[in-house]
């Protein structure tokens, strides 16, 4: 059996590939692995023209000393007893675009496998190959995908650090140049000569005058002392209910009286009966 795969993959990332177990099982078509076994190890579906066939076993890769790797197998049917060993040996041959695998090797096969026509079964295993070729060329690109990730990672945080300690050895230049500008400035400011301080307020002269303002006037005016002695020995009720006197009396509203209107035109009558009686006396008295 010779099958050969081309991918556009250097041939040193397929060989790390598979120097690691863990690679070679995800990139192996279908496989499910197996909890607390190899890595290479599980459960394969394997489709034969119209029939599926499902096997449990492990795979195993190892490097040879001229550059080959061998590919060794061992495989059972789950729903039988048929078993599938392959030895297989992978070469790698590199070109410009990428890298060719070619995979040359034999197996033994019984069961139900065997039963099949050799033209399904051929085109079966050329079909894993394949899948194989590509899975394992997709899964060096995620790994060196990742690869370069973190490496970018790293290099940011590096660049980071740097960065934060650039500031922080700039912060100390800062802080040191501080200092010496602050102490420059004590220096200079001690030199300074000190401003004359007046006295405080009590060391000031006041003259009598002033300390006769601020006693005030020696005796109340006569009216505050009027109405202090007469509030004197009276109740506090009758002092609030008192009205005030002096000059802080309240001045009565003035009355408004309007006169009647007969008493208006009755004065000026009464004026002129008082007058016709004193010039009718008069004419009486020189006629006799």
Same mark, same amino acid.
């Given at each position: 059996?010779?099958? @050969?795969?081309?991918?556009? *993959? ?17 990139? *192996? ?7 607390? #076994? ?13 029939? =599926? ?12 000393? /001229?550059?080959?790797?061998? $590919?060794?197998?061992?495989?059972? @049917?789950? %729903? ?8 297989? &040996?992978?070469?790698?041959?590199? =070109?410009?675009?990428? #890298? &060719?695998?070619?995979? !040359? ?21 050329? %079909?894993?190959?394949? %899948? ?6 997709? @899964? #060096?690109?995620? #790994?060196?995908?990742?690869?370069? &990730?973190? @490496?970018?990672? !790293? ?30 400035? *004590?220096?200079?400011? /001690?030199? $300074? ?9 009590f060391e000031a002269e006041v003259s009598p005058a002033g300390l006769e303002d601020l006693a005030g006037p020696g005796e109340p005016p006569a009216e505050a002392a009027h109405a202090r002695r007469t509030m004197i020995g009276r109740s506090a009720e009758e002092v609030d209910h008192a009205p005030p006197r002096g000059r802080y009396a309240p001045v009565p509203a003035p009355q408004t009286v309007v006169p009647n209107s007969t008493l208006r035109w009755a004065a000026p009558a009464a004026a002129l009966v008082v007058a016709s009686a004193i010039v009718v006396g008069r004419a ?5």
């Amino acid at each position: 059996m010779e099958q @050969e795969v081309f991918v556009p *993959v250097p041939a040193e990332r397929l060989r790390a590939a598979l120097a690691d177990p863990a690679q070679v099982a995800r990139a *192996v078509p279908g496989l499910q692995q197996d909890a607390g #076994t190899e890595p290479v190890a599980g459960r394969l579906k394997v489709r034969v023209g119209g029939h =599926t066939i499902t096997y449990r076993g492990a795979l195993r890769v190892s490097p040879r000393e /001229d550059g080959a790797y061998a $590919v060794e197998g061992d495989a059972t @049917e789950v %729903r039988g007893s048929g078993v599938v060993k392959p030895i297989l &040996t992978l070469w790698l041959r590199e =070109t410009e675009a990428g #890298t &060719t695998l070619r995979f !040359e090797g034999t197996a033994s096969a019984d069961g139900r496998i065997a039963e099949l026509p050799s033209e399904a079964v051929d085109s079966a295993v050329a %079909r894993l190959l394949n %899948r194989f070729a590509a899975n394992l060329a997709a @899964e #060096t690109a995620e #790994t060196a995908g990742r690869a370069e &990730t973190g @490496e970018a990672a !790293e290099a940011a945080e590096a660049g980071e650090a740097g960065d934060a300690d650039a500031l922080d050895d700039a912060a100390d230049h800062v802080d040191a140049g501080d200092e010496v500008d602050a102490g420059d400035e *004590v220096d200079d400011v /001690d030199d $300074v000569d000190a401003p004359s301080v007046p006295g405080t307020v009590f060391e000031a002269e006041v003259s009598p005058a002033g300390l006769e303002d601020l006693a005030g006037p020696g005796e109340p005016p006569a009216e505050a002392a009027h109405a202090r002695r007469t509030m004197i020995g009276r109740s506090a009720e009758e002092v609030d209910h008192a009205p005030p006197r002096g000059r802080y009396a309240p001045v009565p509203a003035p009355q408004t009286v309007v006169p009647n209107s007969t008493l208006r035109w009755a004065a000026p009558a009464a004026a002129l009966v008082v007058a016709s009686a004193i010039v009718v006396g008069r004419a009486l008295r020189r006629r006799g």
